[in-house]
């Protein structure tokens, strides 16, 4: 699987959108790019995931770049229930295929 | 709608103890994943199961097993206990039929080995 980058921690306004960028630069086209978060010690949670066009469901929204290399995580009005861990990951959908979480990236959300 | 349940929650062993965790996956899902969070760590892969068979292996000490049973249920076993076993334990399942296949986790039992 193709390895992430994402930044060690941010900080997001109350109500404001909450953007989490990701870096995949050597995803291979049949890889897809899945979000999870993780609320304090809580089991991962799943946001969302997309292969190449822009994908929205009741939580948030994925932008991926045209090159594919990288991707947005919007929460569009972050909640102080949004601060966790939030975990960008790159991998092939099929049987079995393990999750191989990285260094997320720390998001706070201050009212 | 129903979630992945884990059981027990918390659990508390000696060195050299062993223990077994359960696993319930949400319903008409055939896949469970299990993964260890140590103190401060992201979680790690440990093993998979895909119709009661091991479909996937992690860094999974020859001191745990695990396996998966008719009802779709899953146990991991661990046996003579060390202290750096202390971590959260994650359960997770998927309904592995579809191509696009998420992992659900459930709320995870917390071990402390003393």
């Known amino acids: 699987d193709a390895k992430t980058t994402q930044p060690t921690s941010m900080d997001c306004a109350e109500g404001r959108a909450a953007n989490l960028p990701c870096n995949h630069s050597?995803?291979?086209?049949?890889?897809?790019v899945y979000w999870y978060r993780q609320i304090h010690s809580q089991g991962p949670q799943y946001i969302i995931h997309?292969?190449?066009n822009n994908e929205t469901n009741e939580m948030a929204s994925l932008i991926i770049t045209e090159d594919r290399k990288s991707s947005t995580l919007i929460l569009p009005h972050a909640t102080l229930r949004d601060t966790a861990v939030y975990y960008c990951?790159?991998?092939?959908?099929?049987?079995?295929?393990?999750?191989?979480f990285g260094a997320g990236t720390i998001l706070r959300v201050k009212s | 709608a129903a979630g992945v349940i884990q059981s027990p929650r918390h659990l508390i062993k000696e060195k050299r103890e062993t223990a077994t965790l359960k696993c319930y996956p949400i319903?008409?899902?055939?896949?469970v994943y299990w993964y260890q969070q140590g103190p401060g760590q992201d979680p790690q892969f440990l093993i998979s199961?895909?119709?009661?068979?091991?479909?996937d292996k992690g860094s999974i000490p020859d001191r745990f097993s695990a396996q998966q049973f008719s009802d779709y249920h899953s146990e991991l076993n661990m046996s003579s206990l060390e202290l750096g076993d202390s971590a959260l334990y994650f359960c997770a399942s998927s309904n592995g039929a579809g191509l696009l296949e998420t992992q659900y986790f459930g709320p995870g039992t917390r071990l402390l080995v003393l």
């Open positions: 199961f895909y119709e009661k068979m091991q479909s």
């Open positions: 997309g292969l190449k």
């Open positions: 990951i790159v991998r092939v959908s099929e049987y079995g295929n393990k999750l191989v």
């Open positions: 319903p008409r899902h055939d896949t």
């Open positions: 050597t995803i291979s086209g049949n890889e897809y």
